[in-house]
Every structure is written in structure tokens, then in C-alpha cells.
């Protein structure tokens, strides 16, 4: 296991209580948390790496509902470009073969796979065996979950404003109509939903570095999950046309703006311009300021959620512009 980091081994697994409600509601909306997030990171670039670990349940619960989350990637860190997960057999069943749970085709489209395992404990421990290659400090990492609940939260990804993010859990269902996903008390519009996970739309308008995220279906409510936000910068692309006269339209292209015109801050230099249109996230149109005497071009930023873009464009001031 060559340029491994020192976190893998024999790991002997308990459960331990999940995050217990602030108001202290329903002890059945809590999760049973068997093993934080273990991480493994790539050490080398491009070479095979191995990673193994026994996992195994309290006699209590081997016929509980169990499920292995696994994360190839997360946040700003890339996952690993080959990888297999696998599961071998029990030791009562020394002729069987190990089981393949995933591998890269798994992550085409997610950086996130949640694998039910109810009753795979019952005749004792099993071995995960994972193999991967991928770029220096290609992030990989799973989570082993336990929940009497029949609604409970375990994990999500980062939240950044207006942007999709993942929910991992037990008990959504899959009828988007009967289930609600609040942010910080604001509901979050449900892009897809399965039992155990689905993607979300935050709110356009989020504050600080975490927000609370819970999950409501029929009369059921879930515990509370703290998230963090990752407030990404507006990136601008093209301006159209390229210039113009204070009142003149112009639309300007890019990503990570908001929907809400009010939270987008447009400057043209110092001259701050009214934003009559946000058409989605990736376009704005303005109203060209009062430039002054100004000829040459200046400078075009936009402003998001206080967070200002990457980069600026040229825009021509008055007829003078291509």
C-alpha cells in the first residue's frame, strides 16, 4: 500500500448517537452514526493505491438498516479517476467472493453513492477493500450509517446559494409533493428525489459560513443537519454589445449570479448600473449608468452575495466601442 496515508486499517466500528435535536424533538428523528466521514487522500499521482477496513455491527443491530456512503470527491477537491470499492464475504462464508459495491462508472454523474447493506453484518464482519489511482490529493471517503428512523439525515454537500447540492439520508421516498427541504427556515426547491438522497436547489439568498438544513415529509421531521456555504465568485463571460450610452441596455453573461436583480451589484468603474433583468443564473441585464465624461472603456464587475466576480470585462463608453 504504497504512499498511503496512515488512516486505514482493522477498525472496529460502534454505533454512537447522532445529532440530537437542539429543541430535543422525537428521539426517532435522530440517526444512528457508526463511523464519521473517513477520508482517504491520494499520495501519489496516477499510481494504485489500496485502502482496507473491517467493518462490523453491535450484535443489537446486524438486522438494522444499514447503509455505506461513499464520496469520490468533495468540495473543491477532485475524486479519484479509477477506482473499485468492494465487500467481502462473511466468516461463516469462507467460500464465497467479495462483492463489487461501486467503481468509477458509479461517479460519472455523482460524486456521492449511498449502498444499502441492511443485513450484511449478520454473520459477522466484513472486510471493505478499495482501490483507486488519481492525481495527487484525489480526495476518497465513506461514512457507515445506521437509523431506526424511518426520516433521518446523515450527510449533504457543501450549500452554495441559487446552486444545487446533494442530501444524503433514509425515509424521503420519491414523491417530491409530500416532502419539503428548508435552509435556514426557507424552503429549497427538490430537483430529484430517491429514499435515500436528493439533489436540491438552495435558497438565492443565504447568510454566514453554515446554515441548517432539515427535511419534513407528510408529519414526519427530521433532526437538524449544520451545513457549510461555499459562496463560489461570479464569473463573467461576455457583455452585449460592448458599450453603450448611460440608458442604454446592455446583457451581460457569466455564472453564480443571483436571480434576485437587487442582490446582484453591477459597476461599470465607479458607476454603479440598475439591474432591470436577472434571466437566471447566468444572465443579467442592466441599464447603462451615467458614465460622465468618460470616453475609453472601463472596467465591468458584478458583485454576489457580497462576493465580488473573478474577473472583469472592457465596456466601451458612449459610441465608441466595437
Not at 443491530?61 to 477506482?83: A, E, H, I, Q
Not at 482501490?131 to 446523515?154: Q, R
Not at 446583457?251 to 461599470?268: A, K, W
Not at 441599464?287 to 458584478?302: K, M, N, Q
Request: proline share 5%.
Amino acid at each position: 500500500m504504497k504512499g498511503i496515508s496512515k488512516k486505514f486499517g482493522i477498525i472496529r466500528i460502534a454505533f454512537v448517537l447522532g445529532a440530537i435535536l437542539c429543541s430535543m424533538q422525537s428521539a426517532w428523528a435522530t440517526a444512528h452514526k457508526m463511523l464519521s466521514e473517513k477520508a482517504y487522500i491520494a499520495q501519489t499521482k496516477g499510481e494504485k493505491e489500496s485502502f482496507s477496513a473491517t467493518l462490523s455491527v453491535p450484535d443489537d443491530f446486524k438486522n438494522s438498516p444499514t447503509w455505506l456512503t461513499l464520496y469520490n470527491g468533495y468540495g473543491n477537491r477532485p475524486g479519484f479517476g479509477w477506482v473499485k470499492v468492494s465487500i467481502g464475504p462473511s466468516a461463516k462464508d469462507q467460500d464465497g467472493k467479495s462483492e463489487t459495491l461501486a467503481d468509477e462508472h458509479t461517479f460519472l454523474r455523482t460524486h456521492a453513492k449511498s449502498i444499502d447493506l441492511t443485513g450484511y453484518f449478520v454473520d459477522g464482519p466484513r472486510q471493505l477493500s478499495i482501490e483507486g489511482a488519481g492525481d495527487e490529493g484525489a480526495y476518497f471517503a465513506w461514512t457507515l450509517t445506521g437509523a431506526p428512523s424511518v426520516l433521518s439525515l446523515f450527510n449533504a454537500t457543501k450549500v452554495t446559494p441559487g446552486q444545487k447540492f446533494l442530501v444524503h439520508g433514509v425515509g424521503f421516498g420519491v414523491d417530491k409533493d409530500k416532502v419539503t427541504v428548508t435552509i435556514n427556515g426557507q424552503d429549497s426547491l427538490i430537483l430529484s428525489i430517491k429514499d435515500s438522497m436528493m439533489a436540491v436547489r438552495a435558497p438565492e439568498k443565504l447568510d454566514g459560513d453554515a446554515v441548517t438544513l432539515r427535511v419534513k415529509v407528510m408529519d414526519k421531521l427530521s433532526n437538524q443537519l449544520s451545513i457549510l456555504t461555499d459562496y463560489v465568485p461570479p464569473h463573467l463571460t461576455s457583455i452585449s454589445p460592448q458599450g453603450g450610452n448611460t440608458g442604454a441596455k446592455v446583457t451581460i453573461r457569466g455564472s453564480y449570479f443571483s436571480r434576485v436583480p437587487e442582490e446582484n451589484l453591477v459597476m461599470v468603474g465607479p458607476n454603479q448600473a440598475k439591474v432591470l433583468q436577472a434571466m437566471d443564473t447566468e444572465t443579467l441585464v442592466i441599464s447603462v449608468p451615467d458614465l460622465g465624461i468618460s470616453t475609453d472603456t472601463l472596467p465591468l464587475t458584478v458583485t454576489t452575495n457580497g462576493i465580488k466576480s473573478d474577473n472583469y470585462l472592457n465596456f466601451w463608453c458612449g459610441e465608441n466601442f466595437f
